[in-house]
């Protein structure tokens, strides 16, 4: 059932109520109104340097060109720098309290939700806030670091690092992915914000939470290859719908 922002369903409102267990699954549209640019959708794809993001993003320009994969990170951050959580990070920060279990899964590497307020939030891509040794693994906060241009070295070994972000091609981080589909398989009422349901494996949860027979939302002004496997697809900007709940 589509249903236009304007109107939560009573079948919703009801469930909202009653969930036990609610997981979240959000993507770059969740962003899109704090003016973080999505990555899809729009009839566009992220370029820079007349790059599109998946070429930037694999995980063999580590291997090639560390230098380009920095600058293309800097330049994001640097974007992210002055951006702030919009009222859909806020109704999820909210939500965490109104249920006796709350799972927020996000694909996004901006880290806004944590300024939002959540915690716990299960980071399927890395954080863009994060560097990682590739000689010894530790991780920095790169705000801490003052890391502003070029490739930063390791505090620790004086290793490289790297973005702790999950490139095209690379393995999740350890235990996240099968942390969130446990709690998918679990979840009685789930909603699907802002993704265009195309990356795998973030993309099979909602399909777990919906074989475990969870009432499934989509929130997302268009549809995706998820919006046949939702209950209701509510069409409109999260920024928008979600304070509505
Ligand atoms: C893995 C971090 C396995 C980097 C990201 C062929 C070749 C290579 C790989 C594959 C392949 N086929 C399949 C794969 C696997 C690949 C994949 O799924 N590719 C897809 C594209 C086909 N997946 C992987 O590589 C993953 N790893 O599978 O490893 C493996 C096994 C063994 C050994 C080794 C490996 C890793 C995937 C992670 C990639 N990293 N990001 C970076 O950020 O640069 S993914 C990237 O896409 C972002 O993280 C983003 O979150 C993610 C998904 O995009 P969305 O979040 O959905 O954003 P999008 O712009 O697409 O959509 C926005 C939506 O919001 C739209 O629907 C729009 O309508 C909506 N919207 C807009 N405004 C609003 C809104 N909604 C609500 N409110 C609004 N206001
Ligand atoms: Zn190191």
């Not at 980071?123 to 010894?136: S, T």
């Not at 009432?215 to 509505?244: F, Q, W």
Request: charged share 20%.
């Amino acid at each position: 059932m589509q249903t236009k922002a304007s109107g939560i369903s009573s079948e919703l409102r009801s469930r909202f109520a009653s969930a036990r267990s609610v997981l979240v699954l959000t993507g770059a549209g969740v962003s899109a109104e704090s003016g973080v640019p999505t990555f899809r959708g729009g009839g566009h794809t992220t370029l820079w340097k007349g790059m599109p993001f998946n070429v930037l993003s694999l995980s063999r320009m580590i291997e090639s060109d560390l230098a380009a994969v920095w600058e293309w990170f800097n330049y994001r951050r640097g974007v992210l720098q002055t951006l702030k959580p919009n009222p859909a990070h806020q109704a999820i920060a909210n939500w965490r309290r109104r249920f006796e279990e709350f799972c927020l899964v996000t694909q996004n590497v901006d880290g806004l939700h944590h300024a939002a307020g959540s915690v716990d939030v299960i980071e399927l891509h890395g954080n863009v806030w994060r560097g990682r040794c590739l000689q010894c693994g530790s991780r920095y906060d790169l705000r801490a670091l003052g890391t502003r241009e070029g490739v930063p070295s390791c505090p620790e070994c004086g290793g490289s690092l790297r973005p702790d972000v999950v490139l095209f091609g690379e393995m999740l981080p350890l235990g996240a992915f099968e942390q969130a589909a446990a709690k998918a398989e679990n979840c009685d009422l789930c909603f699907v914000v802002g993704t265009s349901a195309l990356v795998y494996p973030a993309a099979s949860l909602p399909e777990i939470a919906s074989t475990s027979g969870a009432y499934m939302v989509e929130v997302n002004p268009e549809r995706t290859p998820l919006s046949d496997l939702c209950h209701e697809v509510l069409c409109g900007p999260a920024g928008e719908i979600l304070p509505l709940l």
